[in-house]
C-alpha cells in the first residue's frame, strides 16, 4: 500500500511551507488524497510526485501590483497609490497585472497579503512584483526581501526608488520600535524581580 505523508512531509518535498499547502487545499489548488482518523491531510507520495513535475514545468506569468498604507485613515492615499501604480502598468503592457491592497505598518511582518505574497514568490508564481517605492513593502530589509524575489525568478519594479513615505507613516513605525523595546525591557525587569524573588526565597530555606 502506497505511504501517505503529513503535511510537514509534503511541504518539505515540495518546498514549501506547511502554510503554504494548507492554503492550497484551501483554494482548490492541492487537495489532500485522504484524512487521517483526527481530520489531518494526507498525501500519496504519487501525488506529490505528479504536483512537484507540474511546478516545476510551470513558468511565472503572474504580475502583481501590492499597494500598502499603515492605517485605516490613509485609505485616501491607498486609492490615490492604486490609481498611479494603474496609470504605470498599462504604460509598462501589463494588461493582467493583480492589484493587492494592504492596511499595516512597513515593520509588521505578519501582514496576510504581504505574507500570501511572499509565499507565491517563493513558490515561483510571481514574474513580476510592482511596488510605488519600496517603503510599501517593508520599512527595513528591503535588500534581502528583493534578493530573495530574484533568487526565485521574480523581478520587483519599483516606481520611485526614493523613500516617500509620509511623516505620520514614519512616526508611526518609530512608535512601535519604541513600544517594541519598551515591552522587552519591562519583559527583563520581570525577569530580574522573579530572579531576585526566587533566590531570595532559596536563601530563606538554607
Known amino acids: 500500500m502506497e505511504r501517505r505523508l503529513s503535511v510537514t512531509e509534503a511541504a518539505k518535498r ?3 511551507t506547511s502554510k503554504t499547502l494548507q492554503r ?4 482548490g489548488k492541492l487537495t489532500p488524497d485522504s484524512r487521517s482518523a483526527t481530520n489531518r491531510r494526507l498525501y500519496s507520495e504519487s501525488q506529490i510526485a505528479r504536483f512537484a513535475g507540474l511546478v516545476s514545468k510551470q513558468e511565472a506569468t503572474r ?3 501590492y499597494c500598502r498604507v499603515s492605517s485605516v ?4 492615499d491607498l486609492a490615490n497609490q492604486r490609481q498611479i501604480l494603474e496609470e504605470f502598468v498599462a504604460a509598462k503592457g501589463f494588461a493582467e497585472a493583480e492589484f493587492i491592497e494592504e492596511i499595516g505598518g512597513g515593520l509588521n511582518f505578519k501582514r496576510k497579503k504581504f505574507l500570501a505574497v511572499m509565499d507565491d514568490i517563493s513558490n515561483r508564481q510571481i514574474r513580476t512584483l510592482v511596488l510605488a517605492h519600496r517603503d510599501r513593502l517593508t ?3 528591503y535588500e534581502w526581501f528583493e534578493h530573495h524575489a530574484l533568487m526565485h525568478g521574480c523581478d520587483i519594479l519599483v516606481l520611485n526608488q526614493e523613500r516617500l513615505s509620509s511623516q505620520v507613516e514614519m512616526v508611526q513605525d518609530l512608535m512601535s520600535i519604541t513600544h517594541s523595546f519598551s515591552a522587552r525591557l519591562d519583559g527583563l525587569r520581570n525577569y530580574k524581580r522573579k530572579l531576585q524573588e526566587a ?3 532559596d536563601r530563606a530555606q538554607d
Open 14 to 16: 515540495l518546498g514549501v
Open 24 to 27: 492550497w487545499d484551501r483554494e
Open 63 to 65: 504580475v502583481v501590483v
Open 73 to 76: 485613515a490613509q485609505k485616501r
Open 139 to 141: 520599512r527595513f530589509g
Open 199 to 201: 533566590l531570595n526565597a
